[in-house]
């Protein structure tokens, strides 16, 4: 079992920033790939980003490709998520999910554990 445990998430303006962090504890954080998703009301969850488990590979979805930074910190069993740019549609409750696998996935299925979520809300 990974418990996860996102935080950082508030009230930004347009253009503003904001840094995700996502804990994690229990069985060995290191050799999981892990990623972030977000839901916004009324749609399905979705990728956002991954990092495999080394952190030598990531993976976004092209709505925040160059705005967005997935980075992870095994010795801290952290993973964060830094969001520049923000605009009003990335407002959604952002998820950190940990996958069984060493490769990142932007297929939310192949996750296995899940935060309880951390709202970012977006101002224009």
């Known amino acids: 079992q990974v418990q996860l445990v996102e935080s950082g998430g508030g009230l930004v303006q347009a253009g503003g920033s904001l840094r995700l962090s996502c804990a994690a504890s229990g069985r060995t954080f290191s050799t999981n790939a892990m990623g972030w998703s977000r839901q916004a009301p009324g749609k399905e969850r979705e990728f956002v980003a991954a990092i495999n488990w080394l952190g030598t590979s990531t993976y976004y979805t092209d709505s925040v490709k160059d705005r967005f930074t997935i980075s992870r910190d095994n010795a801290k069993n952290m993973v964060f998520l830094q969001m520049n740019s923000l605009k009003p549609e990335d407002t959604a409750v952002y998820y950190c999910?940990?996958?069984?696998?060493?490769?990142?996935?932007?297929?939310?299925?192949?996750?296995?554990?899940w935060g309880q979520g951390t709202q970012v809300t977006v101002s224009s």
């Open positions: 999910a940990a996958s069984s696998g060493y490769s990142g996935s932007s297929n939310i299925r192949q996750y296995d554990y």
